[in-house]
């Protein structure tokens, strides 16, 4: 394939800041060459082609982008360790999520199989699960769930959160949630997420502090596990709810420029919709049950901006936790009556509260045990009765014959 002259001019840049780093893959031919091998040894090199391979100096990879050959749409990427030129198996997209997204693409005419002409229920029940969220992921049902929204643990903003040794593996973990997930999300159901850019503290007065803008490496995850982009909600707190962080204060009493560092405010909720040849309406005009569809109606009074003013709120069981009333607007705005509502990260439940006060059904899962038996106590309150016909997976049913109703 022939560069353009700016497509050249960058590789050639991108060779200096390789041969600079001593990697072992200089250049894009060699990125090619070592990805040729692999498409050959999963058969695919007949049906993908290359897009412009990139250095990521920030972690010593190549990424090749991977595009169909027939429709040219991106459709993954291999990962090379730029030191040894080993394919990392783990970063790059899979042979069956290659092949899926090729057949997806090249088809005149969606199967039944793959693209359901009616919007299917899911019958899980109410489910709280202890475990890793991936492995918990891979045991649910396929297209069981109707809404997912969770609020992921921070990467080493807090000591309590510190379970990554690098951003990396932060980020390589995200992917792996955001895959299984999109395997349980129902046809063209929505994943909405709740993160923020986090602050590293400097160690010692010789460093500085750093902010990691996890939104924008979270976004293209999602791209490119199957999501549509559909809005950027901003949460923005009251002010003076960011002057916990410390930021800001070197500027408020020196007022020297180049120190200016406004106070965080605000966090993302970015909202994807699982990839779909069906607009959204299909999902509103199929849905087997209307009066669900006409109980879920919004009334009066809801955002009409993508900016939520709301107050934060504490909890003395879990030390980052989301108020309700975001997680009330989020599932009213993007699920209907009896959905089902995922969190992979429940932490102290707040989806679960909310999912049972708007009609929905919910599934929490959470790999501390501490959580998972507070959300089981906490179910008593949300559901009554009810709470005994809570799925448990990995930890004690919930019993209800000692509560006072």
């Not at 990521?56 to 090379?80: A, C, M, N, T």
């Not at 850019?197 to 995850?221: C, E, G, K, M, Y």
């Not at 069906?278 to 049950?289: A, E, F």
Request: hydrophobic content about 40%; proline content about 6%; overall charge negative.
């Amino acid at each position: 394939m022939e560069y353009e002259n700016q497509d050249l001019e960058t590789a050639e840049l991108k060779d200096t800041v390789a041969e600079k780093r001593k990697y072992c893959v200089l250049n894009v031919e060699g990125a090619r060459q070592v990805s040729a091998v692999w498409l050959e040894s999963v058969d695919l090199d007949g049906a993908v082609a290359f897009g412009l391979p990139e250095i990521d100096d920030r972690y010593h990879v190549w990424r090749v982008p991977l595009v169909g050959k027939h429709s040219q749409e991106r459709i993954g990427e291999i990962v090379i360790d730029a030191y040894s030129s080993l394919l990392l198996q783990d970063k790059t997209t899979a042979p069956e999520l290659l092949e899926a997204r090729l057949l997806h693409r090249k088809s005149a005419k969606p199967t039944a199989a793959t693209h359901p002409k009616s919007y299917k229920p899911s019958n899980l029940r109410n489910t709280i699960a202890l475990g890793d969220a991936e492995e918990v992921l891979s045991e649910l049902p396929e297209a069981s769930v109707d809404l997912i929204f969770t609020s992921p643990p921070y990467f080493n903003a807090r000591p309590e959160y510190e379970d990554y040794i690098t951003y990396e593996e932060y980020l390589l973990k995200m992917r792996k949630i955001i895959r299984a997930s999109h395997r349980v999300l129902n046809e063209g159901r929505f994943f909405v997420m709740n993160i923020s850019p986090v602050l590293i503290r400097r160690a010692n007065r010789t460093q500085s502090s750093r902010r990691i803008a996890v939104p924008f490496d979270i976004h293209r995850l999602f791209v490119e596990e199957g999501y549509d982009f559909i809005d950027d909600i901003i949460w923005a707190k009251p002010e003076g709810a960011g002057w916990a962080t410390g930021r800001g204060r070197r500027f408020a009493a020196d007022r020297n420029p180049l120190q200016y560092k406004p106070v965080p405010v605000t966090e993302y909720i970015l909202v994807y919709r699982k990839q779909s040849p069906h607009l959204i309406d299909w999902n509103i005009r199929t849905h087997p049950n209307q009066e669900l569809v006409q109980a879920s109606k919004i009334e009066d009074g809801y955002e009409v901006t993508n900016i939520w003013q709301i107050s934060p709120t504490f909890d003395k069981e879990h030390p980052a936790i989301f108020p309700e009333e975001l997680a009330a607007k989020v599932i009213a705005y993007y699920s209907f009556v009896d959905d089902v509502v995922l969190d992979p990260f429940a932490g102290s439940g707040t989806v679960g509260l909310a999912a049972a006060k708007a009609k929905r059904r919910f599934v929490l899962i959470d790999q501390e045990p501490k959580y998972v038996n507070l959300i089981r106590e906490r179910a008593k309150l949300w559901l009554g009765k009810e709470a005994a016909e809570v799925l448990c997976l990995n930890c004690p049913p919930i019993t209800v014959d000692n509560m006072l109703l």
